[in-house]
């Protein structure tokens, strides 16, 4: 069964504006999803990038979610 993907949310658990900024910082690094995860959770100004507050935003993005948001946007879309 496929999951639904709103054209306007993107899929569950991003939105189209983090999986994009994902996948950007992915593939300026050429770094693996482990690294891309650790760096969403806890690199900063990344997060702010991603629209996280400084302050008392407890978001997580757990690695699956990760692979299987990111995984889709391909180097041509980008």
Not at 8 to 16: E, K, N, P, Q, V
Not at 19 to 41: E, G, H, S
Request: charged fraction near 25%; proline fraction near 3%.
């Amino acid at each position: 069964m496929r999951p639904e993907v709103s054209h306007r949310h993107g899929r569950r658990g991003m939105d189209l504006w983090r999986i994009f900024v994902l996948a950007v910082v992915k593939m300026a690094l050429n770094c693996d999803f482990d690294r891309l995860t650790n760096l969403a959770n806890h690199h900063q100004p990344l997060r702010q990038m991603l629209g996280h507050a400084e302050f008392y935003d407890r978001t997580k993005y757990h690695l699956q979610t990760v692979i299987d948001n990111v995984s889709l946007l391909t180097e041509e879309a980008l």
